[in-house]
């Protein structure tokens, strides 16, 4: 079992920035493919950014490209979601997910096996 905890969430006015962590605790993730998703209140839950570990590869939904930076710290076990230019299209609670497997599937949710808890974020206009 891999614990996840997110933290960095809160307000923020839109085009400022907010900085979100990932940490595992108990186990290294060097092996896995780390995930951000994210769920607006009334919507499904989506891809944000994913970061392999195997290959050191980066991919990013449409929406937040060229705004948002995943990055990870295997000496921490853990990993950032830099977000910059946020726009009020970005509230909603935000997950970080780690795939044991590294699938090539980064941005399909069914292929992670361990969720965070969530953090809030909420952008005001």
């Known amino acids: 079992q891999v614990q996840l905890v997110e933290s960095g969430g809160g307000l923020v006015q839109a085009g400022g920035s907010l900085r979100l962590s990932c940490a595992a605790p108990?186990?290294?993730?060097?092996?896995?493919?780390m995930g951000w998703f994210r769920q607006a209140p009334g919507k499904e839950r989506e891809f944000v950014a994913a970061f392999r570990w195997i290959d050191g590869r980066t991919a990013y939904a449409d929406s937040v490209q060229g705004r948002f930076t995943i990055s990870s710290d295997n000496a921490k076990n853990s990993g950032d979601l830099q977000m910059n230019s946020l726009k009020p299209e970005d509230t909603a609670v935000y997950y970080c997910a780690a795939d044991r497997t590294s699938s090539r599937r980064v941005g399909i949710l069914q292929e992670y096996d361990y969720w965070g808890q969530g953090t809030q974020v909420t952008v005001s206009s």
């Open positions: 108990t186990r290294s993730l060097s092996a896995y493919t």
